[in-house]
């Protein structure tokens, strides 16, 4: 096991990564079956499960309270839905699969024949097989998703339309784990709770914060680490709302999403492009253990649309895998665990850690001997003892681009981004320098906000 107060990778073993990866897993296929959606029971026993894995407070913010320029929709609620036909027969089942019906459909017991019922009918005729996933949360209306291949069978006749739903006064569930740091500052992370039986969109998002959640957990931070679970936009929405007075709090954030499929990493800049958390994801996220690609900011994304407008300028940044669109399965009951690959999971819970490795560890020092180079075998610092140090040249070097670069100036990310070497390499040799009283910290706190 890794000791549990340091937030060092290089710490994390091979039993950690297993263990992280099967509870990760775990997760998903609980919560997979789970009705979800941006209210209802569904989405509470979703946020039960996850506080059977992490302390979680849950706020439940009632129907009709107004957030900006929404207001909390009415909680829908749904027990059973299913087209009958007149011979008796069902199709677009409910309780077969919960993507049957469209999500916030109202209460529906009717009849009629195919062909009027044909325009509440949603198919893929490009995947015959799949059942698409539709909603109509801001719009009273109804509607089934069945396959292709099912709708095809479904013979001509009058059916009759059944809907037990209910959409009442009720409330929003958001819930929060949050782990104390040295600081108020925050590091906020987001993860959309909305979606039902879909894996990579939204419970891979979900897996890995709880499971960063569980790394945090017992660990000493200089942040202090938000995980906020939510329904999108309308969940980021309220709780930006209800938390404007500590807002001001929220130096860094990342969104998670999509991050279970076998497409590679990417991370999404925050609007301006050049925050600290870029700069922090741009270092981090170059190993080849959690190699990502960098991308721009775009307002068509996820939640990090609400963080980054220009009413909260948070730096909220993503980080993902497939792009909406780009992979044939997403809001398809194609999304299941076969998309998800294990390894995929992981490097992604990786690349947080990673990232917060760097938003911890990134401070200034000061040169205390900076007149010519200090005598580093003298001190024991250029000698391979025993295989000591793995990398013997990459460590000396680090050691060199410190002490040149210690001036109270530059932090160890400017030095990381300078040198191209590894963020963990650079902490760990500056301990050593502060051991050997060449280093000292600068007391004042490093660069890390805008
Ligand atoms: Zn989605």
Redesign the pocket.
Known sequence: MSTPDTLSTAALTADDFAHATTSMLGLMRDLYPMCRSITGPGTRSTLARIGRTIPLQLTEVPTGTPVFDWAVPREWSIEDAYLEHESGRRFAEFQRSNLHVVSYSVPVDTVMPLSALRERLHTLPQHPNWIPWRSSYYRDDWGFCLSENERAAMPDGQYRAVIRSRLQDGSLSLAEFVHRGETDEEVLLFA?TC?PS?CN??LSGIAVATQVATWLAGRRTRYTYRVLFAP?TIGSITWLALNQARLARVRHGLVL?MLGDGSALKYHRTKSGGSAIDRAAECALRGAQAAATMLDFSPWGFDERQFNMPGFRLAVGRLTRAL?GSYPE??TSADTMDVIEPASLQSAWLAVLRIFEVLEGDRRYLNLAPHGEPQLGRRGLYRQSGGHYDNVPERHLALLWLLQFSDGEHSLLDIAERSGLDFGLLASCASDLQRAALLAPVPAPAPAQD
């Open positions: 959309h979606h879909l969109d939204n999108a999403a909406p997403e809001h």
